[in-house]
């Protein structure tokens, strides 16, 4: 794993997050995409919202230590919902939230602690910045198009991922974390 602070693009912005598999994953992007033209972020959920860090590498190595503690889990998607206070439309998290506010809770200590901005609240988001009738709209065809996913609405966390910004605002991986005890960083 590299932290790269050597790339001329990235900025002190971390997160720790899981990419939805297959098929689930491909149709939250395609949905992303049809609620907000232009994303090209990957569904997922957080597990670490984006924070400034001291060191990446001191962070890298408290994930690495403490993952282990952690055995797979599964995660199952609910329903569409929207956050008030910030129009963010999201799928929310049943089966599964406890252990991720949980991993949450114990990950977000030490050399990841940050003063976060809002409480965690697990879910995968489908669009932000969207505004007024954009955002009813949005969760009424997030609704169509979540009624009609005839795949499996549930996945086995079994590994996350470190991430880094950039000064454009994408997401480049830094390195991946499996869980449990026999997991290791890759």
Known sequence: MGC???????????????????PLGPFLNALRQELVPGCHLRSHVTVLPPRKLDSCSAGWTQLSQQTIDFEPF????????????????YVSIGRGREELVRMHESLAQHNLAFCEPFQFHPHVTLAQGLLGDQVT????LARRRWASFSGPREFMLDSMTFVQNTVTSDWVD????????????R
């Open 74 to 89: 599964l995660i199952e998607l609910d329903s569409i919902e929207v956050f008030p206070a910030t129009s963010v439309i």
């Open 4 to 22: 790269r602070p050597e790339a001329p693009d990235g900025i002190n912005c971390f997160a720790l997050v899981t990419y939805l598999p297959s």
């Open 174 to 185: 830094l390195g991946e974390l499996s869980l449990g005890a026999v997991g290791a960083a």
């Open 137 to 140: 709209e949005g969760v009424e």
